[in-house]
């Protein structure tokens, strides 16, 4: 891969390694969670999300295909979170106020240590790595975004699965007081609710983000925690988390309880399988003119495709 000079890069993206990490960004990250918590007090969450792009940073400034990292405007303007809203454009605004301090994740199910986690206590027990991936939406548009999070198994390990845990259960935030669209989009079967198998949300891509550009989330990215699995369509990156259970049956997701024929339990990112109503074959880079081709498993074939072994391509959807 072609170098790029700093000169040719905005002043904001430092130029390490790719694959390099964010080290003792730990500390930083704690100080970023105290600023968010002082905002929340002080009631001007408006003023930290306005510097959020001009004080943007990145270890890498492509991810390893060598894509270019999206613009920070686009990822915090441009965004699905269907409890606001569901035109993109606007959740932004809509979610600005979200209370996510004091923020807790109670994890449980089939598992022997049953605990409810501050988002401080996540903080501080594992590393803030930086991930640069690939998010593809299933309505064939996608961004490059440099995460900051840390792998979901190492939150798994800490709470050890029982032998009967199969899966993992994930879900959203219910407040419909702060969430309008959770009254207002009453189609939908509120809260939002996720899944992965067991193997899925163990795998290093998986994280749990808290960050994204060097800062904490805002809310309209899944503020303060939530998933990201690089492999499967957006939909599957579920936001606002408070809770995660492991459980024995495949959970049924607020997509497939809404639109069983258009949205599947594994949803990996196939250019073969078309969703009903449009082709999934080639996608718009958020930043870009015309289309790019749609890779199997979002380009991450390598790393996942062994999970599938066996399987029906065509059920993956
Ligand atoms: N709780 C919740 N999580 C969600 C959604 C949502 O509506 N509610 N939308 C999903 C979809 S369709 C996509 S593409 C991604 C978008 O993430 P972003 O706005 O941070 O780019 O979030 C996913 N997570
Ligand atoms: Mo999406």
């Given at each position: 891969?072609?170098?790029?000079?700093?000169?040719?890069?905005?002043?904001?993206?430092?130029?390490?390694?790719?694959?390099?990490?964010?080290?003792?960004?730990?500390?930083?990250?704690?100080?970023?969670?105290?600023?968010?918590?002082?905002?929340?007090?002080?009631?001007?969450?408006?003023?930290?999300?306005?510097?959020?792009?001009?004080?943007?940073?990145?270890?890498?400034?492509?991810?390893?295909?060598?894509?270019?990292?999206?613009?920070?405007?686009?990822?915090?303007?441009?965004?699905?979170?269907?409890?606001?809203?569901?035109?993109?454009?606007?959740?932004?605004?809509?979610?600005?106020?979200?209370?996510?301090?004091?923020?807790?994740?109670?994890?449980?199910?089939?598992?022997?240590?049953?605990?409810?986690?501050?988002?401080?206590?996540?903080?501080?027990?594992?590393?803030?790595?930086?991930?640069?991936?690939?998010?593809?939406?299933?309505?064939?548009?996608?961004?490059?975004?440099?995460?900051?999070?840390?792998?979901?198994?190492?939150?798994?390990?800490?709470?050890?699965?029982?032998?009967?845990?199969?899966?993992?259960?994930?879900?959203?935030?219910?407040?419909?007081?702060?969430?309008?669209?959770?009254?207002?989009?009453?189609?939908?079967?509120?809260?939002?609710?996720?899944?992965?198998?067991?193997?899925?949300?163990?795998?290093?891509?998986?994280?749990?983000s808290?960050?994204?550009?060097?800062?904490?989330?805002?809310?309209?990215?899944g503020?303060?925690i939530r998933l990201?699995?690089?492999?499967?369509?957006?939909?599957?990156?579920?936001k606002?988390i408070?809770?995660?259970?492991?459980?024995?049956?495949?959970?049924?997701?607020?997509?497939?309880?809404?639109?069983?024929?258009?949205?599947?339990?594994?949803?990996?990112?196939?250019?073969?399988?078309?969703?009903?109503?449009?082709?999934?074959?080639?996608?718009?880079?958020?930043?870009?003119?015309?289309?790019?081709?749609?890779?199997?498993?979002?380009?991450?074939?390598?790393?996942?495709?062994?999970?599938?072994?066996?399987?029906?391509?065509?059920?993956?959807?």
């Open positions: 891969m072609e170098k790029i000079r700093s000169s040719e890069i905005t002043p904001e993206h430092l130029y390490l390694s790719r694959r390099k990490f964010i080290k003792g960004s730990l500390a930083l990250l704690t100080s970023m969670f105290l600023f968010n918590e002082a905002c929340a007090r002080s009631g001007v969450p408006s003023v930290a999300t306005e510097q959020f792009c001009d004080m943007a940073t990145a270890s890498q400034n492509m991810d390893e295909l060598g894509d270019v990292l999206t613009d920070c405007e686009d990822i915090i303007n441009y965004n699905n979170f269907y409890e606001f809203t569901t035109s993109k454009e606007t959740v932004a605004g809509l979610a600005k106020d979200l209370r996510i301090s004091p923020w807790t994740i109670q994890v449980g199910g089939l598992v022997k240590n049953p605990k409810t986690y501050a988002i401080e206590d996540l903080a501080r027990m594992f590393d803030q790595e930086e991930r640069v991936y690939r998010l593809r939406c299933v309505e064939a548009w996608s961004m490059v975004i440099p995460w900051l999070g840390f792998p979901l198994a190492k939150l798994l390990k800490e709470v050890e699965p029982t032998s009967e845990a199969k899966y993992v259960r994930f879900e959203t935030l219910f407040d419909p007081e702060q969430m309008r669209g959770q009254t207002t989009l009453h189609y939908y079967d509120w809260p939002y609710v996720e899944g992965l198998r067991l193997d899925e949300a163990m795998h290093d891509l998986t994280i749990l808290t960050g994204l550009y060097g800062h904490t989330l805002l809310p309209q990215n503020a303060p990201v699995v690089p492999w499967k369509y957006g939909f599957k990156n579920i606002s408070v809770k995660i259970d492991l459980v024995a049956e495949q959970p049924v997701s607020l997509w497939m309880a809404a639109a069983p024929s258009e949205y599947g339990f594994y949803a990996n990112v196939n250019p073969k399988v078309a969703h009903p109503r449009w082709s999934q074959a080639s996608e718009r880079r958020i930043g870009e003119f015309g289309r790019r081709e749609t890779l199997p498993f979002n380009g991450y074939a390598e790393e996942v495709a062994h999970l599938y072994e066996g399987m029906d391509l065509k059920e993956f959807f």
